[in-house]
Nanobody, 122 residues
Framework: QVQLVESGGGSVQAGGSLRLSCAAS????????LGWFRQAPGKEREGVAVLYTGGGRTYVADSVKGRFTISQDNAKNTLYLQMNSLKPEDTAMYYC???????????????WGQGTQVTVSS
């Protein structure tokens, strides 16, 4: 089992920045990738960024490329999402997740945090 706890959400004006954190505990060696997802009201959940634990390679969705950065602190078992130049359309509940499958597709994540709300005002 892996437990994930997000923090760092809040309200910010457009153009501002936030850093989300996701503290992992439990069998943290059992997952192949960590990801950030978001879901806005009335919209489908969207994969935002992925970090592959096997080598540190990262992937960021086109919708946030150049503005969001995913990283981790291994010593703290913490995943981060640095969000810069925020836009109102970034408003959503943000979740971190872990995948025990080496495929690491958007649908393979089986451990989820409770989410943290990000609200961007214009």
């Amino acid at each position: 089992q892996v437990q994930l706890v997000e923090s760092g959400g809040g309200s910010v004006q457009a153009g501002g920045s936030l850093r989300l954190s996701c503290a992992a505990s439990g069998y943290t060696y059992s997952y192949y990738c960590l990801g950030w997802f978001r879901q806005a009201p009335g919209k489908e959940r969207e994969g935002v960024a992925v970090l592959y634990t096997g080598g540190g390679r990262t992937y960021v969705a086109d919708s946030v490329k150049g503005r969001f950065t995913i990283s981790q602190d291994n010593a703290k078992n913490t995943l981060y999402l640095q969000m810069n130049s925020l836009k109102p359309e970034d408003t959503a509940m943000y979740y971190c997740a872990a995948s025990s499958s080496p495929l690491c597709t958007w649908s393979s994540y089986d451990y989820w945090g409770q989410g943290t709300q990000v609200t961007v005002s214009s």
